[in-house]
């Protein structure tokens, strides 16, 4: 199993924030150090459209709350957002401070090696 973490970012809120940058940077250090890329980035929230709904946890790091699948209806219908994926849980968390993001959350998938 492979646990996948995510953030969700409003593309609005972080407009003139050098995530490009910070994205191209690491890119750059993964490229030279022979690591394979763990991170994506996706411009649309459909993907949290998973089969395994329920084995998707988000946690709301303003309040302290573990949300449900459910209560990510708002964000999954905002156009204006975009998800991060990782398989770094110290990124997504990284990103989530630098960013002033509320919500990170992950889920496991089978390897299919």
Partial sequence: MINYY????NKNLIAGEPLEEI??????????????IDFWI????????????NDIKVYNIKNSKILLYKDLTEIKSNSD????????KTFIFWL???FRINLIGFFEKINNK
Avoid at 23 to 36: A, G, M
Avoid at 42 to 53: C, E
Wanted: aromatic fraction near 14%; charged fraction near 15%.
């Fill in 42 to 53: 996706l411009p649309n929230t459909n993907i949290l459209n998973l089969n395994q709904k």
């Fill in 6 to 9: 995510f953030t969700v970012m």
């Fill in 23 to 36: 994205f191209r940077e690491r890119t750059q250090f993964y490229l030279y150090s022979n690591k394979q």
């Fill in 81 to 88: 957002s975009l998800v991060i994926f990782s398989t770094k």
């Fill in 96 to 98: 989530s401070l630098r």
